[in-house]
């Protein structure tokens, strides 16, 4: 089973802004952790984590996501719509 870092995991779910990697406050961090390591685990634990194939299966399984991953996705890119740097 692939170790999930949190660099990789925050790579793969930036997917919803549309751009690279963008940098997260802390509960930003916590709350992908939370709501979204499980959706990697179930849907793209196939791919290597810091790949860019991670990435390309989340776009692709956005509607596979669990609400609480969706809704943390959501939540983030209503509060940085343009990313945070």
């Known amino acids: ?3 999930v870092t949190l660099k990789s995991l925050v790579l793969a779910l930036t997917v919803a802004a ?3 990697a ?3 406050t802390p509960q930003e961090e916590a709350a992908f952790r939370a709501n979204c390591t499980g959706d990697y685990m179930r849907l793209c634990s196939q791919y290597d984590p ?3 194939a991670v990435e390309q299966c989340f776009k692709e399984r956005q509607k596979d996501l669990s609400p609480r991953c969706q809704a943390t996705i959501a939540s983030y890119s209503k509060a940085n ?3 945070r740097r």
Do not use: Q
């Open 81 to 83: 719509p343009k990313g």
């Open 50 to 52: 810091d790949s860019p």
């Open 22 to 24: 963008l940098a997260m």
């Open 18 to 20: 549309s751009g690279p």
């Open 1 to 3: 089973m692939p170790r």
